[in-house]
C-alpha cells in the first residue's frame, strides 16, 4: 500500500536561510510520481514541484529543487533563500500510476514558519 | 479555465442533517478527486473518478458518504445523516491521469456540523 511519511510536525528558519523538508514514502511499484504542495494560512493548494521515479535529474523550479534518492526512498524538498512569505504548511504526495489505485496520496505535512 | 471551482464555501448544519457538495473540475481534467481535511493534517483521500467512473472509495468512508460525477464534468459529494465529526474541509481536485500531471484543488467547503 502507498505511504507518504513526513516526520517534522514543525520547522523554524531564520530569512534568507535554506531549509529542507523531509519526504519518505513506501511503493512496491517501480514508477510512480512524487509531487510537493504548499498550503499557506489562506488555505489554498499550491503545486510546487514534480519528480518521477524515473527521472534522471533532481527536479528544480526556481527556489524550490527537489532532493530524490531513490534508493532510499526518500523525496526531500529544498527551498533556498527562504523567504516570510515561504510560511506554510507544506504537503508531500504520491501517486502510483500503474496500480489499480492510481490516486495521490498526502503525507501529514510540515509547518514551515519563517523568521524575520 | 478559472480553475476548479467549489460550492458552497462554508456549510452549517444540524447533526443529522444531509448535505451536498459541488465540484467543477478543470474542463479537460478526466480525474477528480475528493479529500477531506481536517486542521493542521494532510488532505484524507475519499473517492476518486475517471470520467464518470467512480475508480476507488477510502475503506475509512463510512456509507453515508456518496459521490458522484454523472457525465464525467461536474461531481457531487453527499453526506447523509452528519455526525460532528463530519466537520472538516472538503477539498475536490482534479487532473490529467498522466503520472506527471499535478492536481489542481478547489478553495474547498469547510463542512460545519453543530
Known amino acids: 500500500a502507498q505511504k507518504i511519511t513526513q516526520t517534522q510536525p514543525g520547522m523554524f528558519v531564520q530569512e534568507k536561510e535554506a531549509v529542507t523538508l523531509d519526504c519518505t514514502y513506501d511503493t512496491s511499484d517501480p514508477s510512480y510520481g512524487l509531487f510537493w504542495y504548499k498550503q499557506p494560512s489562506s488555505g489554498e493548494m499550491i503545486f510546487l514541484i514534480y519528480q518521477g521515479s524515473y527521472d534522471q535529474q533532481n527536479a528544480t523550479e526556481g527556489r524550490y529543487s527537489l532532493n530524490f534518492q531513490k534508493a532510499r526512498k526518500s523525496a526531500n524538498l529544498v527551498i533556498s533563500a527562504s523567504q516570510l512569505g515561504d510560511s506554510a504548511m507544506y504537503f508531500c504526495?504520491?501517486?502510483?500510476?500503474?496500480?489499480?489505485?492510481?490516486?495521490?496520496?498526502f503525507g501529514s505535512g510540515t509547518r514551515l514558519s519563517i523568521r524575520p | 479555465d478559472t480553475g476548479v471551482s467549489q460550492d458552497p464555501r462554508h456549510k452549517i448544519t444540524k447533526r443529522g442533517q444531509n448535505v451536498t457538495f459541488r465540484c467543477d473540475p478543470i474542463s479537460e481534467h478526466n480525474r477528480l478527486y475528493w479529500y477531506r481535511q481536517t486542521l493542521g493534517q494532510g488532505p484524507e483521500f475519499l473517492t476518486y473518478f475517471q470520467n464518470e467512473a467512480q475508480l476507488e472509495k477510502s475503506r475509512l468512508l463510512s456509507d453515508r458518504f456518496s459521490a458522484e460525477r454523472p457525465k464525467g464534468s461536474f461531481s457531487t459529494l453527499e453526506i447523509q445523516r452528519t455526525e460532528q465529526g463530519d466537520s472538516a474541509m472538503y477539498l475536490c481536485?482534479?487532473?490529467?491521469?498522466?503520472?506527471?500531471?499535478?492536481?489542481?484543488f478547489g478553495q474547498g467547503t469547510r463542512l460545519t456540523v453543530v
Open positions: 504526495a504520491m501517486r502510483e500510476p500503474y496500480s489499480s489505485a492510481s490516486k495521490i496520496i
Open positions: 481536485a482534479s487532473s490529467l491521469e498522466q503520472v506527471h500531471s499535478e492536481a489542481f
